[in-house]
């Protein structure tokens, strides 16, 4: 039995830990949760815990830390290896929440919820039927929905597939931020792709109430907690994307999206986006559906506004991109049998910028330089991002991954996952036309 699902005691007051959405989901259909400020939490799938308990060294630089605690909230000490326990519950208001245990904790006197780090009144932790958040809200206990609201529900299922469609229609989707506030704090209610897989998540748990209401998650690293203002790339990598063991239908399906995308014809295509662009002072966010349509060169134009900040390309990016990426490459050309099929590779920087060198000025006009100046005064100012060397490149989401460690998988695969390969080497062939194109 692996590790993590050995028991554990635990304080037998210990308090639940408030899950928020995760902001910064761009694409994927799990729903991913932000259990503190460098954590998260998703749902638990077998192949994928395995991957991580199975990871090669070689391989941890490049994909999220598997977390082995119940966080860094110090809330709850267990070494249980990164697996907690998600149900939901309503809070005072009779709103609903999803919170965190310890496995196999005692969820009947557990204390109050730990949201010391959250603002009471967040629109995060109070769902409701705004549509501007695509939430949801409920006066009645799980129990009640299942047994005496069925029809309701069905509406608002109803109802929620009409707003997923609306989703899947908007595919480029500007919000227009003020540069007077906090930008990362306005990022919190206007990430569509993040609302719509948490809506998700909490419907499934609504309809299963009544058989269950406790689920286990994975705690991982939150890679853009380090980032002011994230800017995220998610890029569905390989030329297949179904695992061994799917249906027919499901093989069926994959197969297609992958012919009439570009995955078929370089092994990569685009699965979500969200950019800061400074210029406009817009969020640019770009979901899974319009990556799908992308021919070649409109997945390369893709790239490059991914790195294009509204007033130029940020070309300081680009090769801490391909070294990476090309570092990458190697690793994965020494892993034998391993297939990551439907795995995302994530590009991470930061899209908040400050100035950094002086050429032909003060240090004290300096501080004064507003954005709206900026490319007025790119002669006398050298610009540099915060952190401009620190883009991460990950691989994310192991569901579908097999090699010949998981015993139970009746296909062995050999050799290397050349369709994962070719997508990193197009990736690396287009970031370096961009570089060469734009003179750096």
């Known amino acids: 039995m692996s590790p993590a699902f050995r028991a554990m005691d635990v304080e037998p007051r210990a308090k639940g830990v408030l899950l928020e959405p995760f902001v910064h989901q761009v694409g994927g259909h799990s729903c991913v949760l932000r259990f503190n400020e460098t954590t998260l939490c998703k749902p638990l799938v077998p192949r994928e815990h395995q991957f991580y308990e199975t990871l090669p060294a070689e391989m941890r630089k490049f994909t999220p830390q598997y977390k082995d605690e119940f966080g860094a909230s110090g809330n709850i000490e267990t070494k249980e290896l990164g697996v907690v326990s998600v149900r939901f519950e309503e809070d005072e208001d009779r709103n609903l929440c999803l919170i965190a245990y310890p496995l196999k ?21 109070r769902w409701t039927t705004n549509k501007k958040h695509h939430v949801l809200e409920t006066e009645k206990t799980p ?37 007077k506030g906090n930008i990362s704090s306005q990022l919190k209610h206007y990430n569509p792709w993040s609302m719509k897989c ?29 980032y002011e203002v994230p800017c995220v790339l998610d890029l ?29 014809v370089i092994g990569v295509r685009v699965c979500g ?26 997945f390369k134009e893709a790239l490059f506004q991914f790195f294009h900040n509204g007033r130029y390309l940020r ?76 883009v991460d490149v990950r691989m994310i989401d192991f569901a579908h991954t097999t090699c010949r460690l998981y015993g139970e998988d009746t296909v062995v695969h050999e050799g290397q996952d050349a369709g994962y390969i070719f997508g990193l080497q197009s990736l690396i062939d287009i970031v370096t036309e961009i570089s060469e194109e734009s003179g750096e």
């Open 143 to 179: 129990k009640d929905w299942v047994r005496q609201h069925r029809k309701e529900e069905k509406m608002k299922s109803h109802k929620l597939e009409e707003e997923f469609e609306w989703l899947k229609k908007s595919e480029v989707l500007y919000y227009t931020v003020e540069k």
């Open 236 to 264: 569905k990598m390989g030329t297949r994307q179904h695992g061994d063991d799917a249906s027919e239908e499901k093989a069926a399906n994959q197969i297609r999206k992958c012919q009439q995308s570009t995955s078929a």
């Open 198 to 226: 948490h809506q998700q998540q909490l419907q499934r748990m609504k309809e299963n109430a009544k058989h269950r209401n406790q689920y286990k998650f994975i705690l991982l690293e939150n890679l853009t907690s380090r």
């Open 273 to 298: 986006m969200q950019v800061y662009q400074a210029g406009s002072g817009q969020l640019m966010f770009m979901n899974k559906y319009h990556g799908r349509k992308l021919s070649v060169q409109g």
């Open 315 to 390: 070309r300081e990016l680009l090769g801490p991109v391909l070294k990476k990426l090309t570092e990458l490459k190697a690793v994965l050309e020494r892993q034998e049998s391993y297939r990551f099929y439907s795995s995302s590779l994530l590009v991470i920087y930061d899209g908040k910028e400050r100035p950094e060198v002086v050429l032909d000025s003060d240090a004290e006009d300096l501080e004064d330089l507003s954005e709206e100046s900026a490319d007025e005064s790119a002669g006398a100012y050298a610009y540099k991002p915060i952190g401009a060397s620190s």
């Open 105 to 125: 904790g005692d969820h009947g006197i557990v204390d109050i919820v730990d949201n010391s780090d959250c603002e009471p009144k967040s629109k995060l932790l």
